[in-house]
Each structure stands twice: as C-alpha cells, then as structure tokens.
C-alpha cells in the first residue's frame, strides 16, 4: 500500500505563489504517472497537472504557464509551483499516484484572496 502526503497548501494573495510537494511511502512499488487535482466547492475534482516516470508533462488549460509541475523519482516525490495564482485556483488539491493503481493523498487547501 501506498501512502501520499501533501504540504504546502496556504492562504495566499493573487498574484502570489505556492509550492506544493507529494510523498510517496511504503514498499514494494514502483510509481508511473503521479499529478494534481484540485476540487472547489460545488464543482467536480479536475485535473490539473500529471507527469509521467520519464518526465513529460500534461497540463490543464486553465494553469498553463503559471503552474510547473516537476518530480523526482529517487524520492518518490511529486511537486507543483504555482505562480501568478488567482481567487479561482482556490480549491482542495489532491496529489495521485498510479502504481499503475490510482493512489490519493488527503489534500492540501489552497486559498487565493486579498
């Protein structure tokens, strides 16, 4: 079994940014595709970012060039930097993790107000 754990997630003006990170624990696994979704009140959990094992990206549109996200295999650890963030990227992220199992971290809250 794999266990994700997110931190980073905060309260931040527009314009602003944050760094999110996801960690991946336990034994016996190998992880491919890891990524972030987010969910708002009242709305569906979307995508917002995957990466694959061998580091090609895919990206929602509505965070393409604010958003970067990065991993690094050795750590089992997945990030997202978000830049330029607006009161509608508030939401719930959600790190996930396919081994090839589609794993879920808790989520982070992240608020976007002035």
């Known amino acids: 079994q794999v266990q994700l754990v997110e931190s980073g997630g905060g309260l931040v003006q527009p314009g602003g940014s944050l760094r999110l990170s996801c960690a991946a624990s336990?034994?016996?696994?190998?992880?491919?595709?890891m990524g972030w979704y987010r969910q708002a009140p009242g709305y569906q959990r979307e995508l917002v970012a995957m990466?694959?094992?061998?580091?090609?990206?895919n990206y929602a549109d509505a965070v393409k060039g604010r958003f970067t996200i990065s991993r690094d295999n050795a750590k089992n650890t997945v990030y997202l930097q978000m830049n330029n963030l607006k009161p509608e990227d508030t939401a719930v992220y959600s790190c996930a993790a396919d081994t090839p199992f589609r794993n879920w971290g808790q989520g982070t809250q992240v608020t976007v107000s002035s």
């Open positions: 336990g034994r016996g696994f190998t992880i491919y595709d």
């Open positions: 990466i694959e094992r061998g580091g090609r990206t």
